[in-house]
């Protein structure tokens, strides 16, 4: 019995894991301009004759529109996503300026 029920708490845990991991999202904020091009691309795609958009905003941040004709987007992303780091070259920079020096 006991070992029936260890192997339901385990699989629900991984099925919450397989979730939390691939379906979770939460909120990307958008800029101004960000909001304005994808409306726009919108409006090209679906052949909107719309003239009119509403912002869609959470937590004080712009994160989707809402066209007059009833579309709307709300831009998501994984919560498990992390913004980029940039890559840093020290080495490179380092040689250019043995190489380069008076």
């Given at each position: 019995?006991?070992?029936?029920?260890?192997?339901?708490?385990?699989?629900?845990?991984?099925?919450?894991?397989?979730?939390?991991?691939?379906?979770?999202?939460?909120?990307?904020?958008?800029?101004?301009?960000?909001?304005?091009?994808?409306?726009?691309?919108h409006r090209q795609n679906a052949k909107c004759h719309s003239t009119k958009w509403?912002?869609?905003?959470?937590?004080?941040?712009?994160?989707?529109?809402?066209?007059?004709?009833?579309?709307?987007?709300?831009?998501?992303?994984?919560?498990?996503?992390?913004?980029?780091?940039?890559?840093?070259?020290?080495?490179?920079?380092?040689?250019y300026e043995k190489l380069h020096k008076p």
């Amino acid at each position: 019995m006991i070992e029936i029920l260890a192997a339901i708490v385990w699989a629900a845990f991984i099925g919450y894991a397989i979730w939390y991991f691939t379906m979770a999202k939460h909120y990307a904020p958008l800029t101004q301009e960000e909001a304005v091009v994808l409306w726009k691309i919108h409006r090209q795609n679906a052949k909107c004759h719309s003239t009119k958009w509403r912002k869609i905003k959470r937590g004080g941040k712009i994160v989707g529109f809402e066209c007059e004709c009833g579309y709307r987007h709300i831009q998501k992303r994984p919560i498990t996503t992390s913004t980029p780091t940039p890559k840093i070259q020290t080495k490179t920079t380092v040689i250019y300026e043995k190489l380069h020096k008076p």
